[in-house]
């Protein structure tokens, strides 16, 4: 699994790419915590996600935390079929704003 992740002003864009799960989840989270500031919306690419497990989604939670926390938000960006199943089994779906792709995305 490889991530990206890009600063521009007040948004973090994140692309995640292949197994979004336990063995690097913590390394992502750290990552990702590392450049959030209290205001900063974090846009998450996942049109390259192809699994995500609990860990995974214990950080995109986590991210939205702290995101509203400081007064940002979240979106999810071009969620695969397979990995969407996962979002709707556990319901993480009900909280976070997913759109059908990156260009879609409005803060």
């Given at each position: 699994m490889a991530?990206?992740?890009?600063?521009?002003?007040?948004?973090?864009?994140?692309?995640?790419?292949g197994?979004?799960?336990a063995?690097?989840?913590?390394g992502?989270?750290?990552?990702?915590?590392a450049?959030?500031?209290?205001?900063?919306?974090?846009?998450?690419?996942?049109?390259?996600?192809?699994?995500i497990?609990?860990?995974?989604l214990?950080?995109?939670v986590?991210?939205?935390?702290k995101?509203?926390?400081?007064?940002?938000?979240?979106?999810?960006?071009?969620l695969?079929?397979?990995?969407k199943?996962?979002?709707d089994?556990t319901?993480v779906?009900?909280?976070?704003?997913?759109?059908?792709?990156?260009?879609?995305a409005?803060?």
């Amino acid at each position: 699994m490889a991530h990206d992740i890009k600063k521009e002003g007040r948004l973090l864009t994140v692309a995640i790419d292949g197994r979004f799960v336990a063995s690097v989840a913590p390394g992502v989270r750290d990552d990702i915590m590392a450049q959030m500031a209290d205001g900063d919306n974090v846009l998450f690419d996942l049109s390259r996600m192809v699994h995500i497990d609990s860990s995974g989604l214990g950080v995109l939670v986590q991210v939205l935390q702290k995101a509203k926390a400081g007064g940002g938000k979240v979106i999810l960006a071009a969620l695969q079929p397979a990995p969407k199943i996962v979002f709707d089994i556990t319901k993480v779906s009900r909280v976070f704003e997913i759109v059908p792709t990156v260009a879609d995305a409005k803060f």
